[in-house]
C-alpha cells in the first residue's frame, strides 16, 4: 500500500503476539498508533449511537433513498447550508427539523427516513455503524495513491452504501468464499508442530508451541505490499495469483480490522501454503533484524526464546512452506497420523520462561522410524512412575549431572574452536548465526520458474562445472536442470558456495547422489560434511534409508567419512538399471539410521561423553572414599558379616566371580550358556526380536530392547569381551519382560523361570560366586 496509507510490508511487532495493525490511513506503522487509530473510529460509533433517535435519523438520511411519492431516484438527503446562528444550547442543537429540505430532490428529510420510524434502537445503531465505516473508507480513498487498494476501498465503500440503501448486512460477492485454500497456514503450522515435536515432553512441547503461536500471530497482524510493490522487488512472479490473494486479504482481513460492519477473518486461518510462501522469506528476514536491533528492549522471559530459539523454529518450518513433498500441507495429514491436532491458537501469548532444555527440542527432531508416541498417546502419570530398568542410570542423576555441564545455547559463538572440535563445528555455529543457508530445490516445468531458484541453479552449475573439471558441462548443466533431480544448496551471503544434486528412488528405496561440491575458497570449514547431514535428515524424513553414489579416487576419502562403504546394502536387482555405471568410479553406500539427528550428532556424542566423564568421575570419588575403621570391636562384638563393612559393597561388586581372560575361552564358554538358554522350554517369547504388530506400544515404553536372536549375532561378532557385556544383556531381556507385562502373564511367569536357569548356568561355569 502506499506511504501516504501508512501500511508497509515488513513492520512486526517482536514479542508482542496482540498488536493491533495500522489502518489505511492512520498514518503510520507503530502499533501504538495504530490502536489509538481504531479506538477514535470504535468512540465515534459510542457517541453516535448514544445519541438522540432525531440525530441517528438526520445522520441515516444522508445515506437513505428519497420514499416520497412520485419518480424521485434521490439516494441521500442534503439540507441546505443553515444561516450562521448563535451558539445554541446543547438540548436545542439535537433538534433535528424533519420538514429540512433535501437539496439534492427538495422532498424533505422525514420522505428520506419513513422506513425508519418503526425500526428498532438495536438496527438503527447497526445501520449507524456502517455509516461511519462509509464515512471513513470515503477518507481512505481519497489519501490512498495505489491503485489496486484504492479500487478495493471503492468496492467496499459502494458495498457499504448499499447495504445502508436496502437495510441489509454487507455481503462480499465473490466467486469463493473463506477458507481459500486447505489446509490453512494455522493447520500447517499446527500439522509442523505435531510432525517434528509430537514426541517431546509435555514442558518442551509446550514451548515450542509458544513459539508457533507468536509466528501466527505475526502474520495475522503483518501488512501485505501491494501488487506493484512485489512486481517491483519479483518481477518473475505469479502477479496475477498474488493480486488475488491481496484483494482478499484487504476484504477479510484488513479493512474488517476498522470497518467492523465488515465479517473479520484470521489471515492463518482462511489463507494457505500460497500466501505464506510469498510473505514468509521477506517476513523471516525482517523479523529476525528487528529481533536483533531490539533485543536489549525485550523482556527477559522473552529473551532466550526470541533470539536462540526462534530463528532455528524458523528455519525448520521454512523447508516444510518451500518442499513440494512436505506432509504437512496433505489435508489427510491428521488422518495418517491418527491423532488430533495440537492446540495452538492465535491469541496473547503468555508470558513464558523457555525449559533450558528447549534446545533438544532441535536435537532431537528424529524419533526411531516408526515408533513416535501418538499426540492422543500422552504419557501418563503411571508411566512416568514406572520402574527403573535394572543397570540404567538413575534420571535424577542425570539431571544433576546435566546440571555441572554449560549450556551450548549460553557459550559465546566465537570463531575459534578447538583442536578436538568435530568437523561440522564451524558449519553448525554458522548456521545458528544466519551466516550459511541449506535449501532443497530443482526445476519443475509444471510451475513457473521463480528467478531466485533459477538462479541457485545457475550458481549450483558453475560449482559443479569448477570443482568437477572431468565431468562434462553439458552432462552437469542437463542433470542440475532436469526436474527428476534435486539438489541440496548451501547459501551464503545470497550466493551458491556447494550443494549436492541427487535424484531419489522413493519405490527403489535408495537415493542417487550424482554431484557434490564445495566451491574451493570455501573448503576445509566442515561445509561438506553438514551438507551432507541434511541431506540425511531430508531423507529421513521421506523414509528413504539408503545412498549409493560413484565416487572417483579423490572423492573416496570424503564419502567414507560420512558413512560410506563399498558394503552396499541395497540388493543389486533394486538398482540395476536404475543408475549409471562410471567407468573408474567406485560404488559406495550408506545405510541411514532413523533415530539420529545428524546434524546434531556430533554435539549429542560430545554431550554424552562430558556426561560419561562426569559419571566416572563421581563413581570413582566413592571407590577412593576412606571408611573410618570399625569401632565395634571395642563393644565387645566378636564378628560381623563381611557386607556391614562400609565401602566392602562396591569392592565386592568389582571383585565378584572370574572373569576369563582369554578371549577364546571366553567365547566357547559363553556360547555353551547361550545355547543351553535358547533350549529351555520357557526360553520361546525371547528367541527373536518383538514384532510391532503383535505388542503394540512395547517399543514406546522399553527404551533397549534385546533378544535372544540379537545376543548370539553379538556372540558371533565378539561384542561380549568381558562377561558382565554378556549378563548385562541377557538381564535385560528379564527387566524388559517384567516392565512391559503384568506379573499374571505368561510371558512374566516364563522370564522368571528362564532367569533362574540361566544363573545356574552362570555358576556352573564359574563366571560368579555359587
Not at 213 to 218: E, P, T
Not at 672 to 691: C, D, G, R, Y
Not at 709 to 730: G, I, N, P, V
Request: charged share 25%; glycine share 6%.
Amino acid at each position: 500500500m502506499a506511504d501516504s496509507a501508512g501500511i508497509q510490508q515488513g513492520s512486526p511487532a517482536i514479542g508482542a503476539a496482540g498488536l493491533v495493525p495500522a489502518a489505511p490511513g492512520a498514518g503510520g506503522t507503530e502499533g501504538s498508533g495504530a490502536a489509538r487509530g481504531s479506538a477514535r473510529i470504535a468512540v465515534k460509533k459510542a457517541q453516535l449511537r448514544s445519541s438522540p433517535r432525531p440525530k441517528k435519523l438526520e445522520k441515516l438520511g444522508v445515506y437513505s433513498s428519497c420514499k416520497a411519492e412520485g419518480a424521485c431516484k434521490c439516494n441521500g438527503w442534503k439540507s441546505q447550508n443553515p444561516p450562521p446562528t448563535p451558539p445554541q444550547t446543547e438540548q436545542q442543537s439535537n433538534a433535528v427539523n424533519l420538514q429540512e429540505p433535501c437539496r439534492s430532490c427538495s422532498h424533505t428529510l422525514g420522505d428520506h427516513v419513513t422506513h425508519l420510524e418503526n425500526v428498532s434502537e438495536e438496527e438503527m445503531n447497526r445501520l449507524l455503524g456502517i455509516v461511519l465505516d462509509v464515512e471513513y473508507l470515503y477518507t481512505c480513498i481519497h489519501k490512498e495513491e495505489d491503485a489496486d487498494t484504492k479500487q478495493v476501498y471503492f468496492s467496499l465503500f459502494k458495498l457499504l452504501r448499499k447495504s445502508i440503501l436496502q437495510m441489509g448486512k454487507p455481503m462480499l460477492e465473490a466467486q469463493e468464499s473463506p477458507p481459500f485454500e486447505k489446509p490453512s497456514i494455522e493447520q500447517g503450522v499446527n500439522n509442523f508442530v505435531q510432525y517434528k515435536f509430537s514426541h517431546l515432553p509435555s514442558k518442551e512441547r509446550q514451548t515450542i508451541m509458544e513459539l508457533a503461536k507468536m509466528f501466527l500471530n505475526q502474520i495475522n497482524y503483518w501488512q501485505l505490499e501491494t501488487p506493484s510493490q512485489r512486481r517491483q522487488r519479483v518481477p518473475n512472479d505469479d502477479a496475477a495469483g498474488y493480486k488475488v490473494n491481496y484483494t482478499r486479504w484487504l476484504c477479510y482481513c484488513n479493512v474488517p480490522q476498522f470497518c467492523d460492519s465488515l465479517p473479520r477473518y484470521e489471515t492463518t486461518q482462511i489463507f494457505g501454503r500460497t500466501l505464506l510462501r510469498s510473505v514468509f522469506t521477506v517476513m523471516r528476514k525482517q523479523l529476525l533484524e528487528q529481533a536483533r536491533q531490539e533485543k536489549d528492549k525485550l523482556p527477559p522471559e522473552k529473551r532466550t526464546l526470541i533470539l536462540t530459539h526462534f530463528p532455528k523454529f524458523l528455519s525448520m518450518l521454512e523447508e516444510e512452506v518451500y518442499s513440494h513433498n512436505s506432509p504437512i500441507w496433505s489435508q489427510d495429514f491428521l488422518a495418517g497420523a491418527a491423532g488430533g491436532q495440537i492446540p495452538i491458537h492465535t491469541g496473547d501469548t503468555p508470558s513464558h520462561t523457555p525449559s533450558p532444555k528447549l534446545m533438544r527440542a532441535f536435537l532431537c527432531v528424529h524419533s526411531p522410524a516408526g515408533e513416535k508416541r501418538k499426540p492422543s498417546e500422552p504419557l501418563s502419570h503411571e508411566e512416568n512412575k514406572r520402574p527403573r530398568v535394572v543397570g540404567d542410570i538413575p534420571m535424577d542423576l542425570i539431571n544433576e549431572v546435566m546440571a555441572t555441564i554449560a549450556d551450548p545455547a549460553a557459550i559465546p559463538e566465537t570463531s575459534l574452536l578447538s583442536a578436538h572440535s568435530a568437523r561440522d563445528e564451524a558449519a553448525r555455529l554458522e548456521e545458528r548465526r544466519g551466516v550459511i543457508e541449506f535449501h532443497v530445490i530443482g526445476n519443475s516445468l509444471n510451475q513457473k520458474p521463480n528467478k531466485r531458484i533459477l538462479m541457485w541453479l545457475v550458481g549450483l552449475q558453475n560449482v559443479f562445472s569448477h570443482q568437477l573439471p572431468r565431468m562434462p558441462k553439458e552432462y552437469i548443466t542437463r542433470l542440475v536442470f532436469d526436474p527428476k533431480h534435486k539438489t541440496l544448496s548451501l547459501i551464503k551471503d545470497g550466493r551458491v558456495i556447494g550443494g549436492i544434486c541427487f535424484r531419489m528412488f522413493p519405490s527403489q528405496g535408495f537415493t542417487e547422489i550424482v554431484f557434490c561440491a564445495v566451491t574451493s575458497n570455501e573448503q576445509v570449514k566442515g561445509y561438506g560434511t553438514h551438507l551432507m547431514n541434511h541431506l540425511k535428515e531430508y531423507h529421513i524424513k521421506h523414509e528413504i534409508l539408503n545412498f549409493l553414489t560413484y565416487a572417483d579416487e579423490y572423492a573416496i576419502g570424503y564419502f567414507k567419512k560420512q558413512g560410506f562403504s563399498k558394503d552396499i546394502k541395497v540388493p543389486k536387482s533394486k538398482y540395476v538399471g536404475y543408475i549409471k555405471d562410471y567407468e573408474g568410479a567406485t560404488l559406495m553406500g550408506c545405510e541411514l539410521n532413523p533415530s539420529i539427528p545428524y546434524t546434531e550428532f556430533s554435539v549429542i556424542i560430545k554431550k554424552q561423553k562430558e556426561i560419561i566423564k562426569k559419571l566416572i568421575e563421581r563413581k570413582q570419588a566413592q571407590i577412593r572414599k576412606v571408611y573410618p575403621g570399625l569401632s565395634c570391636f571395642k563393644d565387645g562384638v566378636r564378628q560381623i558379616p563381611i557386607e556391614s563393612i562400609p565401602g566392602i559393597r562396591m569392592l565386592f561388586f568389582f571383585s565378584v566371580g572370574k572373569e576369563l581372560k582369554d578371549p577364546d575361552q571366553l567365547y566357547s564358554t559363553l556360547k555353551t550358556i547361550l545355547q543351553h538358554v535358547k533350549s529351555h522350554q520357557n526360553a520361546w517369547p525371547f528367541m527373536e526380536p518383538v514384532k510391532k504388530t503383535e505388542a503394540p506400544g512395547y517399543y514406546q515404553v522399553i527404551r533397549f530392547p534385546m533378544d535372544l536372536k540379537t545376543m548370539s549375532e553379538r556372540l558371533k561378532s565378539r561384542y561380549y569381551t568381558t562377561r558382565k557385556l554378556f549378563m548385562a544383556d541377557m538381564q535385560r531381556i528379564f527387566t524388559n519382560c517384567r516392565e512391559y507385562n503384568p506379573p499374571e502373564s505368561e510371558y512374566y511367569k516364563c522370564a522368571n523361570l528362564l532367569e533362574k536357569f540361566f544363573y545356574t548356568k552362570i555358576k556352573e561355569a564359574g563366571l560368579i560366586e555359587k
